[in-house]
């Protein structure tokens, strides 16, 4: 379980991220209402009107709508609206767009062309046209199919109508395929680099994400559920409102996806401007709302939230083992977080017994089953601290380090932070007795500008393209090498930044030695392995290095800095390796 991923909407690490929807907000309700991302079309003589209209929506949810007022249009001269996407909309060719709005209107059956324009060229990739609108809303689904032009991200969606009438619009979307196919999922490149971190878990929704700035605006799970046009949306801490098409069912489905686990945070009645309830009859209320979300997760369909579940179309239970109460609840300053904690701990134990409980701050009043601690350091702290937890008493608590990074780097980290993040990394290795879990943190950023808010961020990308930092590969080398075991090494000699940790998994005779040299120099080592019996002539070596620190993966140049494999001559159990500068390392040794 070692090796995970954090999750919170941070950075458009979901709109304008890996939730693949292409139209940026595309819900019109409350915080979404200067609709400065649907600008009108005018085409020839045409004109039109468009606002938020307050008094009609198609739901209680989404009480709201965009009215579009088209008072003169003829099919030549078409007029309506269109949006520009999260920093552009990808056209890839030959490729299959589904979308949806909701809409109606009050001009009998007026059509609705929906198409992908080029804004350079002015070439329409794709071209369809919806009919069926009455005076009722309702939702119409449509298809953009695209032919052999280029891969483009300076796109719009336009949506347009022939003649004068006034249509308004909610909920209008447009999905490119996605990871595995999943409906309204998540984006295949993005997706494609996590799948590539072997990651165990993944920790959601957050982060101060979970939290909100007030109790108003905390992860409410339950209105992350169902059909879109149930979702009210809400704004997050990072100060752009979440349209939460990731809720909580397509952050567990993410997970099945991975296949991994979720790490399952819930609110517990603590928001991040020193809002909180509590303990008592207070608290009362969001620990029922824990108790619901835990079975909404784990539910047979014939309990209530489990039938809720299998109604939003997933019947079976998703695995769960790890429920975590808050995040960073040492912000708290009413010091009521013992009382909360150890309230949620008895309701949800006595529930579900073998869960095991995460507080994310110490506590007295109950000993936690797991403790969150975070670190957020610069490259010389991660590599003071890669002993960190080599003293740490094994009395307490397991650890889970549910949030770390070394910020060095911006957007993305630099090799000095992944070298620095690789010898924080032995350490958790070394010490993985007691660290049960560890995932970085932020896990993503839309490197566009205005888009982050957070730096630096594991994996950057456009509407286009994704890369990994250096930080990013030092995970992938460090999941995908991993043992099952701890083996005792020690490091003599002069070893200034120099950093190691060795697994073995014995069921495969594999030998996994992690090496970081830190330093602007080669660095000759002897590798002595006692009480090693017969070890294969030949290891394999990966290597991650650059030739100055601030060496970097960008969105132009993703793959500056990436995993070189080699494979090296290996003498016996005594043989002696040269290693590069600025490098971390991964041998794997086969042994009889
Ligand atoms: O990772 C960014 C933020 O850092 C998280 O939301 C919060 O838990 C921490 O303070």
């Known amino acids: 379980m070692l090796y995970g991923l954090m999750t919170e909407e941070i950075n458009h690490s979901y709109d304008g991220g890996i939730y693949a929807e292409l139209v940026r907000d595309r819900a019109i309700g409350r915080g979404f209402g200067s609709l400065v991302h649907w600008p009108m079309v005018a085409r020839g003589n045409s004109a039109v009107e468009v606002s938020v209209d307050e008094t009609t929506g198609p739901s209680a949810a989404l009480p709201r709508s965009m009215k579009v007022s088209v008072t003169a249009a003829t099919e030549a001269a078409p007029a309506g609206v269109e949006n520009g996407g999260y920093w552009g ?84 979307s447009l999905f490119p395929p996605t990871y595995d196919g999943r409906e309204h999922g998540n984006r295949v490149d993005i997706m494609e680099l996590l799948a590539a971190m072997h990651p165990k878990f993944l920790r959601l929704p957050g982060g101060n994400y979970l939290e909100g700035d007030h109790i108003a605006t905390r992860f409410n799970w339950k209105k992350t559920i169902g059909p879109w046009v149930d979702r009210p949306t809400h704004p997050s801490p990072w100060g752009y409102r979440s349209s939460d098409g990731m809720g909580l069912l397509e952050y567990l489905e993410w997970c099945e996806d991975l296949k991994i686990e979720p790490v399952l945070a819930v609110y517990a009645g603590y928001s991040l401007m020193q809002e909180h309830a509590d303990p008592g009859a207070a608290l009362e209320p969001y620990v029922q709302d824990a108790l619901d979300e835990i079975e909404y997760v784990t539910g047979s369909a014939d309990t209530t939230w489990g039938a809720e579940r299998a109604k939003d179309g997933h019947p079976a239970p998703f695995p769960l083992r790890y429920v975590e109460v808050g995040n960073e609840d040492w912000f708290d300053r009413s010091g009521s977080y013992d009382g909360r904690f150890a309230q949620f701990y008895h309701a949800i134990k006595d529930r579900y017994p073998s869960l095991q409980l995460i507080a994310t701050a110490p506590v007295k009043s109950v000993t936690p089953d797991v403790l969150d601690e975070h670190f957020y350091m610069s490259a010389e702290e991660s590599f003071k601290r890669s002993n960190y937890y080599d003293d740490h008493p094994r009395t307490g608590p397991k650890i889970f380090v549910g949030e770390w990074a070394t910020r060095e780097g911006d957007p993305t980290p630099n090799l000095q932070a992944a070298l620095a993040d690789a010898a924080w990394m032995t350490g958790l290795e070394r010490n993985s007795d007691l660290i049960i879990m560890a995932s970085y943190a932020p896990l993503f950023t839309n490197v566009n500008p205005g888009a982050m808010q957070w730096a630096p961020d594991l994996i950057g990308y456009d509407a286009l393209s994704s890369y990994g930092s250096p930080s990013y590969w030092a995970q992938v080398m460090f999941a995908s090498n991993l043992g099952t075991e701890i083996i005792p090494a020690k490091l003599t000699g002069t070893a200034t930044r120099i950093y190691t940790s060795v697994t073995r998994d014995e069921a495969r005779h594999r030998l996994y030695i992690k090496l970081v040299n830190a330093t602007s120099d080669p660095r000759q080592l002897t590798i002595i392995l006692t009480g090693a019996g017969k070890v294969a002539p030949q290891a394999k070596l990966t290597t991650l290095s650059g030739k100055t620190p601030n060496a970097t993966n960008s969105i132009t140049n993703p793959r500056s800095i990436i995993p070189v494999k080699d494979t090296i001559a290996v003498a016996g159990p005594r043989f002696t390796e040269t290693f590069r500068p600025y490098s971390m390392n991964v041998l794997e040794l086969s042994y009889e």
């Open 89 to 172: 909309i990808a056209v890839r060719p030959r490729t299959t767009y589904s979308g949806s709005f909701w809409a109606k209107t009050d001009a009998g059956d007026v059509p609705v062309t929906v198409s992908l324009q080029n804004d350079a060229t002015g070439i329409i990739a794709a071209k369809t046209t919806v009919t069926g609108l009455s005076g009722e809303w309702k939702e119409f689904t449509y298809t953009l199919q695209t032919g052999a032009q280029p891969v483009s991200t300076n796109n719009h969606l336009i949506l347009t109508i022939p003649r004068p009438a006034t249509v308004w619009f909610n909920l209008i």
